[in-house]
């Protein structure tokens, strides 16, 4: 099939937002032709990557897939009007580089966050009538909701205009591709067909994400070499709750055989380093981002991992793409979450799960977890190697993905 993959995050942008080059890099991997249609890097940080400048159009080809760039207004910082500015400039731009430098394709296939990302897709359909599919990685209006960006006044107005388009794009769309179980029954209770409703989760880039046997080398080369070390590797954001470390790390600062380390960056992250130099933490170490091809050797430095969230109605629906990474890199959990990830953690057996926003019970897991012997932390990351393999291997993912994008599927559902 010639598939045209939309999404504002693409390569060589880190974190979560190099979840579409792997799917992408999958389906081309499987002798379809893809065709990415994406904006210029500048996620997490906001700040254009080197060696890119926004231009009215780019092309890029590598690892067997067609890049599209479109320009947007480069921003990811926690202003409402910024943050929207930038979703918007990309919807719109990438609307006219779809009619204008996308081939003909047999379907569409939308990495869906933020949820303009389906205007593009919408054009392709109005214009040229290309079927399309949603893969909802974050329901909205949900999460500009939760997230905290707007006041109370402007939230329920924007709230009404965001359901409205939500659900027209749910009507268009051929099928809609959701990444969590809850989605699932979410969008259910919203009206969507079940017939159009598939769960596809995620899975990790398994060539990045493996298990690692060289934690001494790699604790070493982060500077918590000798000490136990709960690890956050990921975005800094809002949502992500961090400040639950810090004061995690504030309760055991007593501690000095226990390290906590902040891999990454984000709007969050001078915040988070101020609190940590007036609470004057030696526990605390932070880390810059690192380059994807290194990230099995920077989580094999963490004896355990940490996947937090705050408990919004939103994130008890949310399996986050770090927590497939983490099952895949075979590292013991600690899960400051509730809902659908809190049931993979502990039904795996890949670690404890405490109250979100809990700094106590965060506090409490480390020791819990410092105080088991190599056997048994081993046992937890073999664990979460197998949970992964059984219900996230990329193989599987992909036949759930050919299966819904099949020439039998096409035909808009309005």
């Not at 600062?253 to 940590?276: C, N, P, T, Y």
């Not at 291997?393 to 819904?404: G, N, P, S």
Request: include cysteine; glycine fraction near 8%.
């Amino acid at each position: 099939m010639r598939i045209a993959y939309i999404s504002q995050w693409f390569d060589p942008e880190q974190g979560s937002a190099a979840l579409p080059g792997v799917i992408a890099r999958a389906l081309a991997n499987r002798g379809h032709e893809v065709h990415v249609l994406t904006g210029f890097p500048n996620y997490p940080d906001g700040k254009l990557y080197p060696g890119y400048s926004v231009r009215a159009y780019q092309r890029e080809s590598f690892d067997g897939v067609v890049v599209h760039r479109a320009p947007l207004w480069v921003n990811h910082d926690d202003s409402a009007l910024r943050r929207a500015g930038n979703y918007l400039t990309f919807a719109g731009a990438a609307s006219l580089v779809a009619l204008s430098r996308l081939p003909e394709v047999d379907v569409a296939w939308v990495h869906s966050t933020p949820a303009t990302t389906a205007m593009p897709a919408l054009a392709l359909q109005s214009r040229r009538g290309t079927p399309f599919v949603l893969h909802v990685q974050d329901l909205w209006p949900d999460t500009v909701t939760a997230s905290g960006f707007l006041s109370s006044s402007r939230a329920s107005a924007v709230e009404r205009g965001l359901h409205r388009f939500c659900d027209f794009t749910y009507r268009r769309a051929r099928h809609v591709a959701v990444t969590a179980p809850g989605m699932a029954e979410r969008l259910l209770q919203r009206g969507v067909p079940g017939e159009k409703v598939s769960y596809v989760p995620n899975w990790a880039d398994e060539s990045a994400f493996r298990p690692l046997h060289a934690r001494d080398q790699a604790k070493k080369s982060l500077g918590v070499d000798g000490r136990f070390t709960v690890m956050y590797a990921g975005n800094f954001g809002e949502f992500q709750s961090l400040d639950t470390i810090v004061r995690a790390a504030e309760r055991l600062r007593h501690r000095q055989d226990i390290a906590f380390v902040l891999v990454g960056g984000g709007v969050e992250e001078s915040r988070l380093k101020k609190a940590v130099s007036s609470a004057a933490l030696s526990n605390v170490v932070f880390v810059p981002s690192q380059p994807f091809d290194r990230m099995a050797h920077v989580l094999a430095a963490g004896d355990v991992q940490v996947i937090s969230l705050r408990d919004r109605p939103l994130s008890r629906t949310t399996l986050p793409s770090k927590l497939q990474a983490t099952l895949a890199a075979g590292r013991p959990l600690i899960g400051a979450i509730a809902g659908d990830a809190a049931r993979v953690i502990l039904d795996s057996g890949a670690g404890l799960c405490v109250t979100p926003g809990s700094d106590a019970e965060m506090a409490a897991a480390a020791e819990q977890l410092a105080a088991l012997s190599p056997g048994d932390l081993e046992a937890m990351g073999v664990a979460a190697r197998s949970h992964y393999e059984q219900t996230y291997a990329e193989q599987a993912a992909l036949d759930r993905i050919e299966a819904i994008l099949s020439p039998s599927r096409q035909g808009v559902l309005a």
